[in-house]
């Protein structure tokens, strides 16, 4: 079975600083990965995905990860923080088979300015 | 523009009350899910479709069926609703590609 840690419920930078969201996951097939973003009463917004290929992935709003397969880890990072960035942040692992989807808990991304 | 839509953004149900919730998406998808969202737990799997008439559960299936009579639509039954299923619920379709398109979810309260 597959499954998504996501380390720390919420994380507090301050505007311009470094973004550092957590993700490890659990898999016995090669995992495809993902992260969601989910602003305030409003649905799931795909942030980025690694299937294959280049293990560093950019997505929309500046933000990336590295799918780091020795750690079994896909860390969301954004160089310099703002305000708008303030959401919920979802991990989630798939296979090949794209039958399901599994998702982390969450993290809650507060800036302060 | 592929779209999943969701018949209501807020329900608001009694205890013991019939509850549907509906979803359709507008892309032909195969695949169709639905998740419930709660604080602290994140999304988990209801049930999902990979083609009509055909469902499988998922995490957590206990208090819910589903319907698929049409590629589109995709329904959420809760037979008799109680408290501990007030939640966010959120429905997606998947295309081949492997993303995944959510609706809006609806929150439902159950009093």
């Known amino acids: 079975a597959q499954s998504v840690t996501q380390l720390g419920s919420h994380v507090s930078v301050s505007e311009g600083a470094l973004v550092l969201l957590r993700c490890n996951y659990s898999?016995?097939?090669?995992?495809?990965l993902f992260w969601y973003v989910q602003y305030p009463n409003q649905g799931l917004q795909l942030l980025l995905k690694?299937?294959?290929?280049?293990?560093l992935v950019k997505g929309i709003n500046g933000f990336e990860a590295e799918f780091k397969k020795s750690e079994t880890s896909f860390h969301l990072t954004k160089p310099s923080a703002h305000m708008s960035d303030a959401a919920e942040y979802f991990c989630a692992v798939s296979d090949a088979g794209f039958q399901k989807l599994v998702f982390g808990t969450g993290t809650r991304l507060l800036v302060s300015p | 523009d592929v779209k999943v839509t969701q018949s209501s953004r807020y329900l608001v149900k009694r205890t013991g009350e019939k509850v549907f919730l509906e979803c359709v998406q507008d892309m032909d998808h195969e695949n169709m899910f639905w998740y419930r969202q709660d604080p602290g737990l994140g999304l988990r799997l209801i049930y999902f479709?990979?083609?009509?008439?055909?469902?499988e559960k998922g995490d957590i299936p206990e208090g819910y069926s589903v319907s698929r009579e049409k590629k589109e639509r995709f329904s959420l039954i809760l037979e008799s609703a109680s408290t501990n299923q007030t939640s966010m619920y959120l429905c997606?379709?998947?295309?081949?590609?492997?993303?995944?398109?959510f609706g809006p979810g609806t929150r439902l309260t159950v009093t």
């Open positions: 898999s016995s097939v090669p995992p495809y």
């Open positions: 690694y299937t294959t290929g280049a293990t």
């Open positions: 479709s990979y083609d009509v008439k055909m469902k």
């Open positions: 997606a379709s998947l295309r081949i590609a492997g993303e995944w398109y």
